[in-house]
């Protein structure tokens, strides 16, 4: 359809009841206007390319006033018929743009911006903690091209990093560059991009020696740490008490919910999805477990055993608890005494479980440990029995324990 188009006539030309409809302008044949049924309106140009009918848009018209659309529909009309295809050369001079940049854009800290995006969001559960180490103590590498990172820049991080009294860290941000560097060798567009060769952390060694924690709590810590759990909210305290009875990593207590619960049978099923090693996990709750779970339920109708603060739209908690059990841990050690970090006390079960007699098969599917070979594709609930068996003789045991009065200790006299 031909019409004169006017600033007026381009907005109120009809709208189609479905589809598209296409208005060309009298003044100035070839060029034209496209109305959806949406409401849509964009500038197009239809011409004639290697015999060919092509069309090309040229913009929305909130973007393009009728002028401006008017003066670019002539100038590319003018260029089709000496020969050109302005839409074949639009759509090269995107490419070579894109390209352009993706090449400019070679810095280290695109490429950690694609590890964090393409793999660590994807893969670890804790891509956050990567994510906060290279904002923290790589910022200086940002603008820097990847592929000009030297192991002697690394160790130079790494002994800022230990200077501020954190060894520890160092490792872990030496474990961290690294793995942006593999993800960038390992990825055949990301190694050409970036025009990587070598990983340069293989040219730097660990700053500090780790030793893997063996800290058990013996049992008049146990009664300490006990008494200690009275100081604190009614939630600290039966998290802390779950560690104990249940043996399961804190994550996954503080992100318990009530579908995942029977507690008519004294089931908790720890989905795949909540599990730190991504495998479902079926945990028997002993009686006193139980009843701490019941109580912690009744409070609320939260889906969370644990809610946070309940929303001021919804009046209930969406999300699971997430208050800082690190520094519950430090009123802990400083009211009871001891010693201790909440990993410390599923081990504590672990070795009690063990120093019972409970055979570590059991104490390995107890803490859900990740299983290799031959016996990793048997039925993971297969020893459901003996889980329950075990858990209920801690929870007795436990109460001995937690209600016997600690040992006197007679000085023996001499002669």
Request: hydrophobic share 40%.
């Amino acid at each position: 359809m031909t019409v004169t188009f006017t600033k007026r006539s381009v907005r109120t030309l009809p709208v189609p009841a479905s589809g598209q409809l296409d208005y060309f302008d009298a003044r100035l044949p070839s060029f034209g206007l496209r109305v959806s049924a949406t409401g849509a309106r964009s500038w197009f140009i239809m011409y004639r390319s290697g015999g060919r009918l092509r069309r090309m848009t040229l913009a929305r018209c909130e973007l393009l006033d009728l002028e401006a659309a008017r003066i670019e529909a002539r100038t590319l009309l003018l260029a089709a018929r000496t020969g050109s295809d302005p839409a074949t050369e639009r759509k090269s001079q995107r490419v070579a743009k894109r390209e352009a940049q993706r090449d400019e854009d070679d810095s280290f800290g695109a490429l950690a911006d694609l590890y964090v995006e393409k793999h660590a969001k994807k893969h670890k559960r804790s891509w956050k903690i990567d994510q906060l180490a290279i904002a923290r103590d790589l910022t200086a590498w940002r603008q820097r091209p990847a592929r000009d990172i030297t192991p002697t820049d690394v160790d130079a991080v790494l002994e800022r990093i230990i200077e501020r009294g954190a060894p520890v860290q160092a490792n872990r941000t030496r474990a961290i560059i690294s793995r942006v560097f593999n993800f960038g060798l390992r990825k055949a567009g990301a190694r050409i991009r970036f025009r990587l060769v070598t990983n340069p952390v293989q040219g730097t060694e660990r700053p500090t020696p780790e030793r893997e924690r063996d800290r058990v709590l013996s049992h008049d810590e146990l009664r300490m740490l006990r008494a200690a759990l009275d100081t604190e909210p009614v939630e600290v305290a039966a998290i802390f008490k779950l560690y104990v009875l249940t043996a399961q990593r804190g994550g996954e207590i503080r992100s318990m919910r009530r579908e995942d619960l029977d507690l008519e049978t004294a089931w908790w099923t720890i989905p795949s999805e909540f599990a730190k090693n991504n495998h479902a996990h079926r945990v028997p709750l002993s009686l006193p477990a139980t009843t701490i779970v019941r109580e912690s339920l009744a409070p609320h109708s939260s889906p969370w055993v644990f809610p946070a603060a309940p929303t001021a739209a919804k009046g209930r908690s969406v999300t699971p608890y997430r208050a800082s059990i690190q520094k519950a841990t430090q009123r802990l050690r400083k009211v009871s005494g001891v010693d201790f970090w909440p990993h410390d006390l599923r081990r504590t079960t672990a070795s009690n479980l063990a120093s019972m007699g409970v055979p570590r098969l059991i104490i390995g599917r107890i803490l859900n440990h990740v299983e290799h070979g031959v016996t990793k594709v048997y039925d993971r609930h297969s020893y459901d029995s003996e889980k329950r068996q075990a858990l209920d003789a801690w929870a007795r045991r436990l109460d001995v324990i937690l209600t016997e009065k600690p040992a006197k200790v007679v000085p023996l006299r001499a002669g």
